[in-house]
């Protein structure tokens, strides 16, 4: 009993280091790389649109292969290469897709399943929103125009806005966007955990079984 004790005060200690520990995001145009780190055990790398350079993806520095996409060509040879669907098969699939089509429309013309469902939604996004924490930002901009730069130096050395947010004027034509983002994932469960309880499911039944009934049979 005492070896399950500790078993699971051990295995509670790692799920809560896990749920704490944010995510972080880092933004570099200068490398022009997005990298995405949770704690020492994954990290993911690739290339910001544009940039040359391959993904990258590594578990405790251990990098693993990242599956690149096929060529046009392959992936067209690839579905030809697949065995036909039965005809039976290919009707079933659309006529599915459109009784599901139906059956959201119906839900959302419930006035009180829209207003409960906006609800919900809107404090997920209020929740997401308060997960992700900005923990670094370095930008420095360059106008083309030297009086513009010596305009905006001047604005942030007086309200002193540039030290606060990171934000540095320069005079060699340099562009850069330097970004670190914190996720945390409890604060992510949280909303989650807030945002499923609170959906209309018992109107979201009733106009299922209305649905039913009313499909030909």
């Known amino acids: 009993m005492e070896i399950f004790l500790i078993v699971l005060c051990v295995v509670f200690f790692l799920l809560a280091i896990v749920m704490v520990s944010p995510v972080v995001i880092a933004v570099d145009s200068r490398q022009r790389r997005l990298c995405v780190r949770w704690l020492l055990a994954l990290e993911f790398q690739m290339p910001l649109p544009g940039a040359p350079g391959r993904k990258s993806f590594a578990v405790f520095h251990k990098p693993f292969p990242v599956r690149r996409k096929q060529p046009a060509e392959?992936?067209?040879?690839?579905?030809?290469e697949k065995p036909a669907k039965t005809a039976a098969a290919v009707q079933k699939a659309p006529g599915k897709r459109r009784a599901l089509g139906r059956f959201l429309v119906r839900c959302l013309g419930d006035s009180g399943i829209r207003r409960a469902l906006a609800r919900q939604l809107s404090m997920l996004l209020r929740r997401i929103f308060r997960?992700?924490?900005?923990?670094?930002?370095?930008?420095?901009?360059?106008?083309?125009?030297?009086?513009?730069?010596?305009?905006?130096?001047?604005?942030?050395?007086?309200?002193?806005?540039?030290n606060r947010s990171g934000i540095r004027v320069n005079f060699a034509g340099e562009n850069s966007l330097f970004l670190e983002l914190h996720v945390h994932p409890h604060r992510l469960f949280k909303a989650f955990l807030f945002f499923l309880p609170g959906l209309p499911y018992r109107a979201v039944f009733k106009q299922w079984r209305a649905f039913s009934a009313a499909r030909p049979h």
Not at 74 to 80: M, P, T, V
Not at 136 to 150: E, K, Q, T
């Open 74 to 80: 392959d992936a067209a040879g690839a579905k030809e």
């Open 131 to 162: 997960s992700v924490n900005l923990a670094r930002s370095d930008l420095d901009i360059s106008m083309p125009d030297p009086a513009l730069n010596g305009m905006l130096a001047g604005a942030l050395a007086a309200s002193g806005h540039g």
